[in-house]
């Protein structure tokens, strides 16, 4: 072969091979773009949008648009624009005798009558308490009770005219006697579930109790005695709901106390102590409000 042929054949080699370097050289380009954009459309993983938890809600949003993914707003509770509201540990709703929501406090008025047993009559008594429901079925108070009983006689010791000639009577008060007697007790009642509007109730009462008794005697002498000592009750009675706040009741309740005096008798030469016996039967009604 003549070295002109020579030379054609090493020039077509030559080209041969930069060629197959060239057809490589542009596949792997082709390769490289292709994952670069395969990569930039990826979806975005939570742990994404986690480490923009403490960012706001157009980041996360501005996010999440780059990145090709639409989240919705029940997914993140980061991406919600309401506040989240979580219930404080340990605490819970107050419930009214239905199992809904209800006030929390009580107070009850009434009026009646009381009649102990070991004395001689029948008086007013008025009632008073305030307190709390400590649950659905149990309430704690305080009450404040006033027991009043007047007694009294009269006796006509002469008779005279005055200087128009209109004749007249002159009148002694005699054994004119005022009693009262005030407890102040702390209770806890319990309330017994039933259906409908009417709600029974026991309870028990512990606390002090004041007696004072004053007026005149048989023999026209002005005198005036205070007695006081432990006392206790015990009662029972039912709430008729007229309104979601507002009831009447009815009560009995029995009241257990000897209220005590000390003092210096000079007849005697020495301390001396007086006890009355104030237990009886009591029977009052009125109005309980919850608020």
């Given at each position: 072969?003549?070295?002109?042929?020579?030379r054609?054949?090493?020039?077509w080699a030559?080209?041969?091979r930069?060629?197959?370097?060239?057809?490589?050289?542009?596949?792997?380009?082709?390769?490289?773009?292709?994952?670069?954009?395969?990569?930039?459309?990826?979806?975005?993983s939570?742990?994404?949008?986690?480490?923009?938890?403490?960012g706001?809600?157009?980041?996360?949003q501005?996010?999440?648009?780059?990145s090709g993914?639409?989240?919705?707003?029940?997914?993140?509770?980061?991406?919600?624009?309401?506040?989240i509201?979580?219930?404080r540990?340990?605490?819970?709703?107050?419930?009214?005798y239905?199992?809904?929501?209800?006030p929390?406090?009580?107070?009850?008025?009434?009026?009646?009558?009381?009649?102990?047993?070991?004395?001689?009559?029948?008086?007013?008594?008025?009632?008073?308490?305030?307190?709390?429901?400590?649950?659905e079925?149990?309430?704690?108070?305080?009450s404040?009770?006033?027991?009043h009983?007047?007694?009294?006689?009269?006796?006509?010791?002469?008779?005279?005219?005055?200087?128009?000639?209109?004749t007249?009577?002159?009148?002694?008060?005699?054994?004119?006697?005022?009693?009262d007697?005030?407890p102040?007790?702390?209770?806890?009642?319990?309330?017994?579930?039933?259906?409908?509007?009417?709600?029974?109730?026991?309870?028990?009462?512990?606390?002090?109790?004041?007696?004072?008794?004053?007026?005149?005697?048989?023999?026209?002498?002005?005198?005036?005695?205070?007695?006081?000592?432990?006392?206790?009750?015990?009662?029972?009675?039912a709430?008729?709901?007229?309104s979601?706040?507002a009831?009447?009741?009815g009560?009995?309740?029995?009241?257990a106390?000897?209220?005590?005096?000390?003092?210096?008798?000079?007849?005697?030469?020495?301390?001396?102590r007086?006890?009355?016996?104030?237990d009886?039967?009591?029977?009052?009604g009125?109005l309980?409000?919850?608020?």
């Amino acid at each position: 072969m003549s070295s002109k042929n020579c030379r054609n054949v090493g020039r077509w080699a030559a080209g041969r091979r930069l060629g197959l370097v060239g057809l490589t050289l542009a596949t792997a380009i082709v390769l490289e773009i292709g994952i670069a954009g395969t990569a930039s459309n990826a979806t975005a993983s939570p742990l994404t949008y986690q480490g923009l938890a403490q960012g706001s809600s157009a980041e996360i949003q501005s996010a999440a648009v780059s990145s090709g993914t639409v989240l919705t707003r029940e997914s993140y509770a980061s991406s919600n624009s309401r506040p989240i509201r979580r219930r404080r540990p340990g605490s819970r709703p107050d419930y009214n005798y239905d199992g809904g929501h209800a006030p929390t406090y009580f107070a009850n008025l009434g009026v009646g009558s009381f009649d102990p047993s070991s004395q001689p009559g029948r008086g007013f008594f008025f009632n008073g308490a305030v307190g709390s429901e400590i649950n659905e079925s149990m309430d704690l108070g305080l009450s404040i009770q006033w027991y009043h009983r007047s007694t009294g006689g009269s006796q006509v010791i002469s008779e005279f005219q005055d200087p128009a000639g209109n004749t007249g009577q002159r009148v002694i008060e005699t054994s004119d006697v005022t009693t009262d007697l005030v407890p102040v007790l702390g209770f806890l009642r319990v309330r017994i579930p039933v259906s409908g509007s009417v709600q029974p109730y026991v309870g028990a009462g512990i606390g002090w109790e004041w007696l004072t008794v004053d007026g005149t005697d048989d023999q026209g002498f002005a005198f005036s005695d205070d007695y006081d000592g432990v006392g206790a009750q015990f009662f029972g009675g039912a709430n008729l709901a007229v309104s979601p706040n507002a009831s009447v009741y009815g009560e009995a309740v029995w009241n257990a106390s000897t209220v005590s005096a000390e003092f210096y008798d000079s007849f005697y030469g020495g301390t001396v102590r007086d006890e009355i016996d104030m237990d009886g039967l009591g029977l009052h009604g009125g109005l309980r409000f919850r608020f």
